[in-house]
């Protein structure tokens, strides 16, 4: 439509010259004076019109190809630029979850760390003995356990032990195993079992007591 209007353009102004110059020739002609001839035979300009139509036409053409030409590559600029950003969206969304990844994991290392350094403890209590004669042969049996992370390597087993009513903290309550602390004695090794949610930590614990109740308390430390 841009080419056809061009040389529309174009043919119509030189159409309308040619008329114009046609006119002052049949002027000049009534006042008897020679025509010019500055324009030419007819055929000679009319043939200069369908030239400049032509010439104009091609050369509105010529512009809206340039303009389709340079709206193409401004597309594949566009398009180029657009596919870089959307690469780097990509990357920079992969490194940020990679260091958000990074950066949980060693939150969660340091947090265990805390808590094996802290110690993770286990209590349990027992009634008092019942029977007639009761001595460590017959005393009350009983495994005090803790749970920690199944790949943890324990460094250290702590263990207390104090009557149910007792006013004291369970620092000044420490024990030693196979230790009598009245009526009440930790025994054998630590056992250690893997379980499906960590790894029991375990410690067996006797008492005799005929007067009130005992409480055993076993706190294990360990390294992640």
Known sequence: MAALIGASATFITALLQLLLNARRQAVERAAGKPASRKTGNWLA????????AVAGYAFSEYQVYRDREDSRLLRQEMQTRLRDIGEAAVRLERAGLQRGDESETQARLAAERRRGAEGVAAIIALP????????????LQASVCATIPAAATV??????????DAQQSWADAKVQLGQDAGAA???????????????????R???????KGCMARLLVKYTP
């Open 155 to 164: 460094t250290e087993v702590q263990l207390y032990t104090q009557s149910v």
């Open 45 to 52: 300009i009319f043939a200069l019109m369908l030239a400049a």
């Open 205 to 211: 614990f006797l008492y005799w007591g005929s007067q």
């Open 128 to 139: 008092p003995c019942t029977q007639g004669a009761c001595s460590e042969a017959n005393a």
């Open 185 to 203: 004695k930790f025994v054998d090794a630590v056992q250690e079992r893997v379980q499906s949610d960590g790894k029991e930590v375990c410690q």
